[in-house]
């Protein structure tokens, strides 16, 4: 990823609708529902936003100059039954701001997991073409790089521990305590995931483009990462699990450095927590291009800006890394969620990351032939699964640690 000039609101910008739904009709939608009718004021303006690569979001402007995020599945024949879960993921924003909304005032910073208020359900997709649902716009600053190069360095390390804090938890929740029950299955996460994403994978590689007639094409070297991965799996543990856990789907406070929000819960289910914290810390699983070369902090800058796919923080030393070092935030989310550091075999937890960012990108592929993507960069993210795919393989290969 090349340096930015990231100001932490870059997430949150939106432009032009660039997959037109019926406006008059969603208008409809709200002034026949009072849940809805009540907090907007019609009529609305509406704008698409700039990043996001799975469920299109919309910004709604009401009549009072209020706003709102709308979240609806992509048009067209989907490629896999069980993503762009708009349902599921307004189940579960909607159970935790209950949760949130039970817990004692005077802790309610400390235990909450932050997320913004749901206000409807619409399953028919007859109203806008898919299912959608409408949220609360949470105004606040998003982080597209997780650098953060534009704030001070002590504050990049409390922006880092809040999200960790928050990561944590949410793990500490009892899925069944709060109306999540059946919610996803409560044991093999990680056998069922490979199962799932190999069946995903397959399928995106199937796909056409609709001009040229070409197939994206496999991941590379797929058989031999699902044999690795089904060598080296850590133990099963089972919780809810956020499943896209990063710096740029956590919306921080305009000045402060805690997060106020965590949103995009499209793949939450029940699973192992290691998972989320696999995918928050991925940026330090590989090492920086040439580190020993690395001299200051515009070197980083430069290395990045080299043509590499991502943003990579591992291997720096503490004076020339923009964030904290890996250890140091592992042992901030161990504290707060009360597991034993080191964490055993973590390079596979690491690998799986990649694992799953390089499907994930393969499906942005698919999803750019079907000509369904709806991000304005989805055409570069659809060109990183054959470097997800390397990165997993090499930390594959690393020697096995004992299991947890």
């Known amino acids: 990823m090349a340096p930015s000039s990231d100001d932490g609101h870059n997430g949150q910008q939106f432009g032009k ?17 009072e849940s809805i009718r009540n907090a907007i004021a019609l009529p609305i ?3 698409q936003a700039a990043f996001g690569q799975s469920n299109p979001t919309m910004l709604l402007i009401d009549a009072k100059k209020n706003k709102f995020i709308l979240r609806k599945k992509p048009p067209g024949k989907l490629v896999s039954k069980t993503a762009h879960a708009i349902e599921r993921e307004y189940r579960i924003i909607k159970s935790i701001g209950q949760y949130n909304a039970s817990l004692p005032k005077k802790r309610h910073d400390e235990k909450a997991v932050p997320v913004p208020e749901v206000y409807c359900l619409c399953e028919d997709a007859s109203v806008i073409g ?11 600053r998003i982080f597209t790089d997780a650098r953060m190069l534009n704030l001070p360095k002590e504050e990049r390390k409390k922006c880092w521990f809040s999200a960790l804090k928050t990561l944590a938890n949410m793990h500490r929740i009892d899925p069944n305590s709060i109306g999540l029950k059946g919610y996803g299955k409560e044991k093999d996460f990680y056998p069922r995931q490979l199962r799932g994403l190999s069946m995903v994978s397959s399928m995106q590689a199937q796909v056409k483009d609709k001009e040229s007639g ?6 590379p070297d797929f058989d031999e990462l699902i044999e690795l991965l089904g060598e080296k799996m850590v133990t099963d543990e089972n919780g809810i699990v956020h499943g896209d856990y990063k710096i740029d789907n ?19 289910t029940l699973g192992h927590p290691l998972s989320d914290l696999g995918n928050l810390l991925q940026p330090f699983s590989m090492p920086c291009p040439n580190p020993e070369g690395i001299n200051d902090i515009e070197e980083v800058k430069r290395a990045q800006a080299r043509g590499e796919m991502f943003m990579l923080l591992g291997g720096l030393s503490e004076e020339v890394s923009p964030v904290p070092q890996k250890e140091e935030l592992m042992k901030v989310y161990c504290q707060a969620v009360g597991r034993q550091y080191p964490i055993a075999n973590w390079s596979f937890c690491e690998a799986w990351a990649w694992f799953r960012a390089a499907v994930i990108s393969h499906g942005i592929a698919a999803r750019v032939a079907q000509r369904q993507a709806s991000s304005a960069e ?10 997800a795919a390397k990165a997993s393989l090499d930390l594959l290969r690393k020697p096995v640690q004992a299991k947890l």
């Open 45 to 47: 303006e509406v704008k």
């Open 378 to 387: 989805a055409k570069l993210y659809a060109t990183k699964f054959p470097h």
């Open 130 to 140: 898919t299912p959608f649902y409408i949220m609360e716009f949470i105004e606040g």
């Open 250 to 268: 956590l919306i921080y406070h305009p000045k402060e450095p805690r997060v106020i929000a965590v949103i995009d819960w499209e793949l939450s």
């Open 17 to 33: 609708v660039r997959q037109e739904f019926d406006e008059g009709s969603l208008a409809k939608y709200i002034e026949s529902h």
């Open 214 to 219: 070409e197939e994206v094409g496999p991941i």
